[in-house]
């Protein structure tokens, strides 16, 4: 048990990239906070991390960044941040230095924090099973310890020496593991009898510019196809609202256009029969939804190209409820349709997604599998992720003070 009220409050840092290592960020420090209830938390975190007190000394939106390119573009300004970061820390001293996922930032930073006697931690590990493994090795001289979300993941680590806790994925804390259709479908005021399409291309500009169009027209398609659908787009925030309002407005409008939300990613897809989005969180959002679904994507093409000319991609599949499956043991048989750059066309996912729907068995054994997967997300560990997370951050913090 941590003795919070017999020592000096520790500094926590954190430093989280993008809205979902905000998300996290929030959780643990709540978690943190019943255990050290006078302790600081500083670094770079967003809205939900300032508002459980954390001092945020840059603005998150800087470390928002998604591809190669997109990297190298930002790179001379990533590196001055990283280096002031860097600085403020080395003079702070914090008790430990929890690095929130992007990890082409943070991971360098934590190398340099733990070189200089800090305790370091990597909250989500990098996807060492899709990417070279050999990362793992260098993962392990950036952190002390290393929190995963998936439950293959220590395993990896274990080969090369880490330390890597399995600390649960958050977002199987936050759906049920049997869904409610209907009651998201009451919630969004939509009809319970009609088929229903959520729609999720993106929820960043980038994406939308590159793919947006690409699934509206798909989902003309469906709707041509299937009458009586209704199709849900929700937008991630303001600025995906804009975007995704200009490429409706050139579309059609007799009543088969999506019908534009703000947020309610998670109440659209319970409400759906099937999702037809982009790869990433999102599918694995999809599958705690239980609902099936169709991926889609295209990265930046100087991205894909450095990609493939390098050789860094070791997985012949690329959407998170397919590799869990494997990994746990379900089978090598895809359960979500994957249509990746090339083959992300309109004309493809509009032929996916109306197999689906018309395929009512493959749906249902689908399900059946979307909750075994949930299960093993949860694994048989008590509490919630981010408490767990904070149990394993808390092990570093007091072996510092036994340390000192």
């Given at each position: ?31 943190l906070?019943?255990?050290?209830p ?19 000394w ?99 680590y ?28 009451t ?27 690409i ?63 982009a ?27 450095i ?98």
């Open positions: 048990m941590s003795a919070a009220g017999s020592v000096p409050a520790p500094l926590i840092a954190l430093v989280a990239g993008e809205d979902s290592g905000d998300q996290l960020g929030a959780d643990l420090i709540a978690a906070r019943r255990r050290y006078h302790a600081r938390f500083a670094g770079i975190g967003g809205a939900r991390m300032q508002a459980r007190g954390f001092e945020s840059h603005d998150i939106r800087e470390l928002s960044l998604f591809g190669f390119s997109e990297v190298i573009t930002h790179l001379p300004r990533l590196l001055r941040l990283r280096r002031t970061l860097l600085a403020r820390l080395l003079e702070a001293r914090p008790a430990v230095v929890v690095g929130i996922d992007a990890p082409d930032f943070n991971l360098g930073l934590e190398r340099r924090l733990q070189q200089a006697g800090l305790k370091t931690a990597h909250y989500v590990s990098p996807s060492v099973w899709a990417w070279r493994e050999k990362r793992a090795r260098k993962i392990g001289r950036s952190a002390s310890r290393v929190l995963c979300l998936f439950p293959m993941e220590p395993a990896i274990a080969r090369h020496g880490i330390d890597a806790r399995f600390v649960g994925h958050p977002l199987a804390d936050r759906f049920a593991l049997v869904s409610d259709r209907a009651g998201a479908r919630a969004l005021k939509l009809p319970q009898q009609v088929p229903i399409l959520a729609l999720l291309p993106g929820s960043r500009p980038a994406e939308l510019t590159r793919m947006g169009q699934f509206i027209d798909a989902a003309t398609r469906i709707a041509a196809a299937l009458p009586g659908l209704r199709i849900v787009l929700p937008a991630a925030n303001p600025q995906v609202h804009a975007l995704l309002a200009a490429l409706l407005a050139k579309g059609p409008h007799d009543g088969t256009a999506p019908l534009l939300l703000d947020g309610h990613a998670h109440e659209a897809m319970l409400a759906a029969d099937v999702v037809l989005l790869s990433g969180t999102a599918t694995l959002e999809a599958m705690l939804a239980k609902r099936p679904m169709v991926v889609g994507y295209r990265v930046a093409p100087l991205s894909y190209r990609a493939r000319a390098l050789r860094m991609i070791k997985t012949d599949v690329y959407t998170l409820p397919n590799i869990l499956a494997r990994a746990c043991g379900l089978g090598n048989e895809l359960l979500v349709p994957e249509l990746m750059q090339d083959d992300c066309t309109a004309e493809n996912l509009a032929a996916a997604t109306l197999a689906l729907f018309k395929d009512h068995a493959r749906r249902g054994a689908i399900v059946i599998a979307f909750e075994q997967l949930h299960q093993a997300l949860r694994g048989d560990l008590e509490g919630h992720a981010g408490d767990r997370a904070a149990a394993a951050i808390a092990e570093l913090i007091d072996a510092r003070r036994g340390d000192g």
